[in-house]
């Protein structure tokens, strides 16, 4: 404790205050012997701003040598000051320490949030680089597993934009960065000669290089790349705890681009996949017109247990085969056999002419294979002859295709069977039907008749609401038809759950159709 008299000279002092301030001896002028913070701050406490109270605010502290010391003050009636001196050196380091890592915290925690958000491998290179460049060191470089003899590097100057080049280079020619892309520990910062970085590491216009850091990214069980840390010439070199803090945000890094790149290479085996699993689109073959239509049971997937393929004839003459189908189940689950019934049909074409063959054929390969599931099935040959398409229908458990007449009769095929993958031996029976020129037939899933919705929400579409249906659609094209059966279908669920609906229109072209000239005027009808 020091006390100071009105005039600012020294009055009394104890055993710590003396150690502390030897120079402090009673007599002694406060400003000659005190630190210039201290001797400021007695002033501004005699003498005090307008409006500013004695004593009121934070403590008074400064440095003493190679302490930190809080002064704390309290006025005596007399006028004088006692300082009472208080070493916090220890709680300052504390409290610098505590904040510092509540800072490197918060940023963990903001670049953990900012690199997750995205699954896109390249916007996850740019802002580890950029996160980097602007937090933990002047410039940065985000270096992704090599690509032959190439390296793609994202770097970031502090308070620029991350640029994307792909260098050619060793990468063990930089010392630490070879091991890093191949996820060995760090090496550490003093063992790296900033003198000996190359060119394409150090940004053009940085200048010489004074301390460089290299860390891996590390992934999920594969190494995601490396990230090299650069401060220039003059500055600060990194220290082993800065070191500790960027493997800390590298950890971090890796796995968000490891995430990023996963899902790259899951994307890419999905749309592969899907691209076999999806329905085709249909359109004309051979003088036929095909249309069709597909909804999943679930609006977010493109892909389910209904299918149906057309495939044309390979010689002229013959009849090309259209296939509808509906796989027990629903999901991927139900796709994936739905792909493998349609590979099998596909390799069965050479026996196209002959239904009964290939639906025991199917039904063989599905009991010997692991699959518990079933299927239903419907077949059609269509080949057209002068104006007419004549079609060959055979069901295997499925709902019988319905034929739509131009003056808006709609009969039922008569044909039938047993399911496909059930029974040891399947039963089948065919039924020829001829379409002249405007009339259709029309393959559909039971997805579509069993559709509850209404106004009562429970009621389904059925196969009495389906033929009215149809026979509104006397005369129109095949896509036409389709679109009206999905539109109709759709309206009565709302926005229920349903399962897999697919429909399949075969149509006889008319001989004469309405055009449009230029595309503006009325239509005519043309031979």
């Known amino acids: 404790m020091l006390v100071v008299d009105p005039h600012g000279s020294i009055t009394q002092r104890n055993e710590p205050a003396a150690s502390l301030l030897p120079r402090a001896e009673p007599g002694a002028a406060l400003a000659e012997v005190a630190p210039q913070w201290l001797a400021t701050a007695h002033r501004a406490l005699r003498f005090p701003a307008p409006g500013i109270m004695p004593g009121a605010g934070e403590p008074f502290g400064g440095p003493v040598g190679d302490q930190h010391v809080e002064a704390h003050p309290m006025i005596r009636e007399e006028g004088s000051v006692a300082w009472w001196l208080i070493d916090d050196t220890d709680h300052r380091v504390a409290r610098e320490a505590l904040l510092l890592e509540r800072e490197r915290t918060s940023f963990l925690t903001e670049a953990s949030n900012t690199l997750l958000s995205s699954l896109n491998l390249a916007r996850c290179m740019d802002v580890t680089a950029q996160l980097a ?303 002249a020129a405007g009339e259709s037939c029309v393959l559909y899933t039971d997805g579509i008749t069993e559709a509850k919705g209404g106004p009562m929400g429970d009621v389904q579409f059925g196969q009495e609401r389906l033929r009215r249906a149809l026979s509104a659609c006397a005369g129109m094209l095949a896509e036409g038809i389709v679109e009206h059966v999905q539109m109709l279908a759709t309206q009565w669920l709302g926005t229920r759950r349903h399962d897999d609906m697919a429909v399949v229109v075969i149509s006889a072209p008319r001989t004469h159709h309405l055009t449009a000239v230029d595309g503006h005027t009325r239509g005519r009808f043309t031979g």
């Open 133 to 435: 460049a602007d937090s933990l060191a002047d410039a940065a470089l985000a270096i992704a597993p090599t690509r032959g003899r190439h390296l793609p590097v994202v770097t970031c100057v502090r308070g620029g934009a991350p640029v994307l080049s792909q260098v050619r280079a060793d990468p063990d020619e930089v010392p630490g960065l070879g091991e890093a892309l191949r996820g060995f520990p760090p090496v550490p910062s003093r063992w790296i000669d900033p003198a000996s970085a190359p060119e394409w590491i150090v940004p053009e216009g940085f200048g010489p290089v004074g301390s460089v850091v290299i860390t891996p990214l590390p992934g999920h069980g594969v190494p995601a790349g490396a990230l090299i840390l650069l401060r220039r010439d003059g500055g600060a070199p990194f220290d082993e705890g800065e070191e500790v803090f960027a493997r800390l945000f590298a950890a971090r890094a890796g796995a968000a681009m490891s995430a990023a790149r996963l899902y790259a290479e899951q994307t890419a085996i999905s749309e592969t996949l899907m691209r076999e699993l999806l329905p085709p689109a249909l359109h004309q073959v051979d003088g036929v017109d095909f249309a069709g239509g597909y909804r999943a049971s679930a609006d977010h997937q493109r892909i389910g247990g209904d299918f149906y393929d057309v495939h044309p004839a390979s010689v002229a003459g013959e009849a090309s085969l259209v296939t509808l189908g509906d796989v027990c189940g629903k999901g991927l689950d139900a796709a994936v056999l739905a792909g493998k019934i349609r590979n099998t049909l596909h390799a069965l074409l050479p026996l196209a002419d002959d239904h009964q063959r290939m639906l025991g054929l199917l039904n063989t390969a599905l009991l010997n294979s692991h699959h518990t599931r079933f299927a239903t099935l419907v077949l059609a040959s269509a080949e057209r002859r002068a104006n007419e398409v004549h079609l060959r229908l055979t069901s295997a458990g499925h709902p019988p295709p319905l034929i739509v007449r131009t003056d808006g009769t709609v009969e039922e095929a008569d044909t039938s069977g047993t399911l496909v993958g059930a029974l040891p031996e399947i039963q089948s029976r065919s039924v020829a039907v001829t379409l």
